[in-house]
C-alpha cells in the first residue's frame, strides 16, 4: 500500500509535535539564534504540555457549546413554526463576529472574574456564525424528493429531521464546525491576557520580555495544532458524505 505524501506529512509534523511537547529542551539550538544573550531558548514558566491541553480543551468546551446552540437555532428556524425567528437567529449568530473577542472578554471579566470563564464565552460568541450557516444551509437545500419519499414513507416531522435531514445535512455542518475550531484554537490565544491557560501565554510572555523564540513557539503550536484538526476533521468530513452518497470534496 502506497502511503501518499500527505499521509507523510501529516506523520511527521504530529511527530514533531509531541516531540516537542514532551521534551521542548531538546530543540533548544533550533531557537538559540533567535534570542539574546543568556535569554532562555525554551520557554519554561509553564508546562508546555498542559498549556496545550488546556488550551484544547477550552475551545472543546467552547465548541461544543456553540454547536449545540447553532444547530438548534438553525433547525428552528427551517421549521414552519419557527421560520419567523430566521432573522433574530441569524442576528444572535453574527454578534460573536461583529463584537470583537477582545471586547467580550472586556465585558464578561467584571461578570466572571479572571481566568477561563470569560474566554469560554469569547469563544462561544465567535464560534456560532459557521456552524449555524453551515447548518442551515445544509437542512435548507435537501433535494426535494428525498424529502417527498421520506414524507410519503409515513415518517413524521421529528423522524425526517433524526433520520433523513440531519444525516443528509451532516458533512456540511462538519464543515462548519471544521472552521469554528480552526478559528477558536487561534483566538483562544487572547485568553492568557484575562489568566486563562492557554498557548497565549508563552506569546505573551515573549512579548514582555523581547524574546521572539518565545513567540515563535506558542505561534508554532497553534499552528500545527490547527493543521492537524482542521485535516483530520476533513478526514471525518470525507467519510461521512461518503456514507450518505454524497460527493467528497479532494
Same mark, same amino acid.
Given at each position: ?9 501529516? +506523520? /511527521? ?17 533550533? @531557537? ?5 544573550? !543568556?535569554?532562555?531558548?525554551?520557554? /519554561? ?53 461583529? @463584537? ?23 469563544? @462561544? ?8 450557516? !453551515?447548518?442551515?444551509? +445544509? ?44 478559528? /477558536? ?23 514582555? /520580555? !523581547? !524574546? ?39
Amino acid at each position: 500500500m502506497r502511503i501518499s505524501a500527505a499521509a507523510i506529512l501529516r +506523520g /511527521s509534523t504530529l511527530a514533531v509535535l509531541v516531540a516537542f511537547l514532551v521534551a521542548p529542551h531538546g530543540f533548544e539550538p533550533v @531557537f538559540r539564534p533567535l534570542v539574546q544573550d !543568556n535569554a532562555p531558548a525554551i520557554y /519554561s514558566q509553564g508546562d508546555l504540555l498542559m498549556l496545550t491541553l488546556l488550551h484544547l480543551r477550552t475551545v472543546a468546551l467552547a465548541t461544543a457549546g456553540a454547536t449545540v446552540v447553532a444547530m438548534a437555532m438553525a433547525i428552528l428556524a427551517t421549521r414552519p413554526a419557527g421560520a419567523e425567528f430566521l432573522p433574530l437567529s441569524r442576528s444572535l449568530a453574527n454578534i460573536g463576529q461583529t @463584537f470583537p473577542p477582545v471586547a467580550v472578554l472586556a465585558l464578561a471579566v467584571p461578570v466572571l472574574g479572571f481566568g477561563e470563564k470569560p474566554t469560554l464565552i469569547a469563544l @462561544f460568541l465567535y464560534g456560532l456564525l459557521p456552524i449555524f450557516e !453551515n447548518t442551515l444551509t +445544509g437542512l435548507t437545500t435537501l433535494p426535494p424528493a428525498v424529502i417527498e419519499a421520506a414524507r410519503g414513507a409515513g415518517m413524521t416531522g421529528r423522524q425526517r429531521l433524526w433520520r433523513v435531514e440531519l444525516p443528509l445535512a451532516l458533512p456540511l455542518i462538519l464543515a462548519g464546525i471544521r472552521l469554528s475550531v480552526v478559528i /477558536s484554537l487561534a483566538t483562544a490565544t487572547i485568553g492568557s491576557t484575562v489568566a486563562a491557560k492557554t498557548l497565549g501565554e508563552i506569546i505573551i510572555a515573549g512579548l514582555q /520580555s !523581547n !524574546n521572539m523564540a518565545f513567540v515563535l513557539q506558542g505561534g508554532l503550536i497553534v499552528g500545527m495544532l490547527a493543521i492537524l484538526i482542521y485535516d483530520g476533521l476533513s478526514a471525518i468530513e470525507r467519510q461521512v458524505a461518503r456514507r450518505a452518497g454524497l460527493p467528497t470534496r479532494a
